[in-house]
């Protein structure tokens, strides 16, 4: 409480406190994984918090969700079946449904938690994806379930949360090479990659993994304006598809901030991310 009023203060790194100032409290469980809070705030609306920090709010959430997914449905020429770790928001699974060539969507969270609240609470970003019959919703460990699949998916999407807790793993080169096995031999992926202005060495080793691994690694970017410093970085790895190659044909017109203009601006990197990702 601050001045009576209930407030969400955001400790980044130790170094940078965001504030939130917080009409309800609409959620508040403890899961066995981390805290888990449904807030309705005065500039965002309804966001989801995990463990203190802001992950996706309603006035800008489909900022990232279209990015983090549009893209790869339309880099992959003919994409059936579609992984998501991750994403318990169901902002994800909820873009992908627009796409109706898209005949298996696994959604593999670890947190069922998270996945109730936000679809009982936060269906401005999950929308009707429980209602999606090509939706699964698997509550089990995304590293886990990658080293049990083969040659099966035509697309992995990983929307981890920040590289702490239960999320870490899904940032290491093993789970990478694991994704890599599970795709199939055109296959593609894409994972958030933190903020190039804050989180400049994530981003690093996540390019350095996915390279070990993957012929094509590209990093796109987009504004995320509830996120700290709001520049924030996607990295998408390809076995063989380019994005340079995508049909824009196909993309969805039932967005409200992608299209082609943004899709290809998106992958050209200010100078900055040029010269820290050694692209000069």
Not at 38 to 58: A, H, K, N, S
Not at 77 to 96: A, R
Request: net charge negative; aromatic share 10%; proline share 4%.
């Amino acid at each position: 409480m601050i001045d009576e009023q209930i407030w969400l203060v955001e400790d980044d790194r130790q170094n940078l406190k965001l504030y939130y100032r917080v009409k309800e409290i609409l959620a508040n469980r403890q899961s066995p994984f981390q805290q888990v809070n449904i807030i309705d705030t005065y500039d965002f609306g309804r966001c989801l918090v995990l463990d203190g920090v802001m992950q996706t709010t309603e006035l800008d959430g489909y900022i990232y969700n279209e990015m983090i997914s549009h893209v790869p449905v339309v880099c992959h020429p003919n994409p059936k079946k579609v992984l998501v770790i991750g994403g318990g928001d169901c902002g994800v699974v909820n873009e992908l449904a627009k796409y109706a060539e898209l005949e298996q969507i696994d959604m593999v969270e670890i947190d069922r938690v998270v996945v109730e609240e936000c679809l009982d609470k936060l269906t401005g970003i999950a929308g009707k994806a429980a209602e999606d019959k090509r939706i699964n919703f698997l509550f089990e460990d995304g590293v886990k379930h990658v080293q049990n699949k083969k040659d099966f998916y035509d697309i992995a999407i990983v929307d981890s949360s920040d590289p702490i807790g239960p999320a870490v793993e899904l940032f290491s080169e093993e789970f990478y090479f694991n994704l890599k096995n599970a795709l199939k031999k055109d296959g593609l992926m894409v994972c958030q990659s933190q903020s190039p202005i804050f989180n400049k060495d994530i981003l690093k080793k996540t390019r350095e993994n996915l390279k070990k691994h993957f012929p094509l690694v590209i990093t796109y970017k987009t504004v995320v304006p509830s996120y700290p410093g709001g520049m924030w970085s996607f990295t998408l790895a390809s076995l063989k598809y380019h994005p340079a190659e995508a049909n824009y044909r196909r993309l969805s017109s039932d967005t409200k901030f992608i299209n082609r203009d943004i899709f290809q601006s998106s992958m050209h990197l200010p100078n900055f991310m040029i010269k820290d990702l050694g692209l000069d």
